[in-house]
Nanobody
């Protein structure tokens, strides 16, 4: 059974930082591309950052220079370091594992940026 479990969300003030983690089990993690997505109330889910099995990364324009995605294949975990957080970053953050036609989602973790 495949499981993706996100953690690290919470309430943070504008300008603050959070580090999200997504621990996987049931898949050969190292061969999957991993992505972080987010969905704010009333909005569509959007890609925030992605990292391929080879380590190539891509980011949404809105988070470039502030967020960093990384992976630790030994720990079967992908991370999202979020700095200089803004109120508009408030959303539920999900991780996704993808390989060809197969994809799996985590349950999400809430990130709230507010003073």
């Amino acid at each position: 059974q495949v499981q993706l479990v996100e953690s690290g969300g919470g309430l943070v003030q504008p300008g603050g930082s959070l580090r999200l983690s997504c621990a996987s089990s049931g898949i050969i993690f190292s061969i999957y591309s991993m992505g972080w997505y987010r969905q704010a109330p009333g909005k569509q889910r959007e890609l925030v950052a992605g990292i391929t099995s080879g380590g190539s990364t891509n980011y949404a324009d809105s988070v470039k220079g502030r967020f960093t995605i990384s992976r630790d294949n030994a720990k079967n975990t992908v991370y999202l370091q979020m700095n200089s957080l803004k109120p508009e970053d408030t959303a539920v953050y999900y991780c996704k594992a993808t390989r060809f036609a197969k994809s799996y989602w985590g349950q999400g973790t809430q990130v709230t940026v507010s003073s």
